[in-house]
């Protein structure tokens, strides 16, 4: 692991302090890594989310309920063993 040191406003660290133990954060390193986590993973999805909301309302054919929430199932396990998320 690498060290990364960088300066913050005052009313930024003290904001993020006053999340650390109602999100369960053990100290601001915890809190940092995860927000950068998230911010990568938003950055990853993003396009992917735009490019599937340009076939919104494209299709022709009618699909039923019973068949969108086993798409919607799939697509989940997909993007879940992506992203190693635990899917259970």
Known sequence: ?????????EEIIEKMDSFLKPLHFSNRTEFIREAIR????????????????????SANAHVSDKRLHEI?????????????????
């Open 38 to 57: 998230e911010k990568l993973n938003k950055i990853e999805k993003d396009p992917v989310i735009e490019a599937l909301e340009k076939f919104k309302g």
């Open 72 to 88: 919607g199932e799939e697509i989940f396990r997909k993007y879940a063993e992506k992203f190693g998320v635990k899917s259970d």
């Open 1 to 9: 692991m690498e060290t990364v040191t960088f300066k913050l406003q």
